[in-house]
């Protein structure tokens, strides 16, 4: 199959880290000795020293590029995969610091990798995303993206929240506890995995439940098709001590009797990947699976 070539460049960085500025100097001016148009996210212009670079704003570069080059950490790619989910543009990470899970292109060696991208010698992964509603007597007050987790949680007071979760209109069960973690794959090696849940292999179309420090211990995370649409209902009994959360990112108050939907986004994300990408390597990195003692 013949790979998609790659034209015009958005160059999107972690806000307030001193090393962006560098990095994306050196890949700017890489990319336009190669003829290529380049845009840079406007929160980042005062980071870079080179002019020939157009300024704009995130939703410009989702209409205009046809690659978008995420540099910092998971957590800066988590937020630009939110904010060009509707764009279709894919996305390649550069890792500042430790070896993330979604940008695994080092630094060091972040020109020779994206070198061989150019040149058609890449991976391409597809992710999907969730999209999250939180209905307040009949009226949608909230809607919300998330490439990780969807989180309903306590945040104000030292008790436990009820929860009842349906899964396509099908009771579930009722939860007393700190929350409930709605994983994606992609999710399942973040919160998830901190508390107690599996992890899920990036390719399957599936969603994980995962409740946090249930008051019931037979309360048990569990994986269901990603399909499914899950509805959660903060139950009559709390009183404004829960909110939901996307990506530990985007923040909503709940009150008693609300209702939080969340399905599987149409579109999904495309992750771009040098071909000695190799997940399992990974998580044996990130996890210390390698490690003897």
Not at 39 to 68: M, P, Q
Not at 93 to 121: C, K, P, W
Not at 239 to 263: E, P, Y
Request: net charge negative; charged share 20%; glycine share 8%.
């Amino acid at each position: 199959m013949t790979q998609q070539t790659f034209n015009t460049i958005g160059l999107i960085g972690k806000q307030n880290d001193p090393r962006v500025g560098e990095a994306l100097d050196t890949l700017s001016h890489y990319l336009l000795e190669q003829g290529l148009s380049v845009y840079l996210d406007e929160v980042n212009a005062e980071a870079v020293t080179s002019s020939a670079l157009e300024i704009c704003t995130r939703h410009e570069i989702g209409k205009r590029c046809d690659l978008a080059i995420v540099v910092g950490g998971d957590g800066t790619l988590l937020n630009a995969a939110r904010a060009l989910a509707d764009h279709n543009v894919p996305l390649a990470g550069v890792n500042l610091g430790r070896l993330g899970f979604l940008t695994d292109i080092s630094h060091d060696n972040m020109i020779a990798y994206l070198s061989e991208i150019l040149q058609g010698h890449y991976i391409t992964e597809e992710r999907f995303l969730l999209d999250s509603a939180v209905i307040r007597q009949g009226e949608k007050l909230n809607e919300a993206t998330a490439f990780n987790d969807v989180v309903v949680h306590k945040w104000n007071v030292a008790r436990m929240i009820e929860l009842e979760t349906y899964i396509n209109g099908k009771r579930l069960n009722q939860l007393r506890s700190d929350g409930l973690i709605i994983a994606t794959p992609t999710g399942s090696t973040a919160y998830a995995l901190s508390a107690g849940g599996p992890i899920i292999d990036p390719v399957l179309n599936a969603l994980l439940l995962v409740p946090v420090c249930p008051h019931t211990m037979s309360n048990r995370p569990i994986v269901i098709s990603g399909d499914n649409e899950i509805e959660v209902v903060i139950c009559e009994r709390n009183h404004d001590n829960a909110q939901v959360t996307c990506d530990g990112q985007i923040s909503f108050g709940l009150s008693a009797g609300d209702r939080i939907k969340i399905r599987k986004k149409e579109q999904p994300i495309h992750l771009i990947h040098p071909l000695q990408h190799d997940h399992y390597e990974i998580l044996r990195a990130k996890l210390h699976w390698a490690e003897t003692s």
